[in-house]
């Protein structure tokens, strides 16, 4: 799930930001050392803004490798209320070359960790988002294509 805040679509030169939310639940065994991954295109910016600002995670500029250092998902989390939730803000200024496209936001998002009741090790991954924004009812047809 991801907000933004700019123009849509996406102007040449012009700043969009994207709020990214990831959100955990787990329906079956008890977790431990979950971690979420991803990295950003070159095209993007982190910006951070980070929350709950408690949240164990960081930024490496020279991978662009995000992390969420998850911890511990017990049984049953977010089942009903209460999943493990971080959102973070990233940003687009498209470049000319740009123009017509739908550029990818963040890349693939991999989260691994130790199902302690099985005692296997777990990873499970999560497709790119661009900005195509298709969870969003209001979103306009092409609103995800740069124009100038």
């Not at 910006?47 to 164990?56: E, H, Q």
């Not at 990233?90 to 890349?107: F, H, R, T």
């Not at 790119?128 to 009812?137: A, E, K, M, V």
Request: positive net charge; charged residues 20%.
């Amino acid at each position: 799930m991801y907000k933004r805040q700019g123009p849509i679509p996406p102007k040449v030169e012009t700043e969009t930001t994207y709020t990214i939310v990831w959100t955990l639940s787990n329906t079956s065994n008890p977790v431990s050392k979950a971690v979420a991954k991803a990295t950003l295109p070159s095209w993007m910016r982190f910006v951070g803004n980070i929350s709950p600002a408690s949240a164990d995670m960081s930024y490496n500029a020279s991978t662009r490798e995000v992390v969420w250092n998850i911890g511990n998902v017990p049984k049953s989390t977010g089942l009903g209320a209460n999943p493990k939730e971080v959102a973070f803000k990233v940003a687009l200024s498209p470049s000319l070359s740009q123009l017509g496209s739908n550029p990818v936001i963040i890349n693939d998002v991999v989260l691994t960790g130790h199902d302690d009741f099985a005692n296997v090790d777990l990873r499970v991954s999560k497709a790119s988002l661009s900005t195509r924004l298709s969870g969003d009812p209001a979103f306009p047809p092409n609103g995800d294509r740069v124009v100038e």
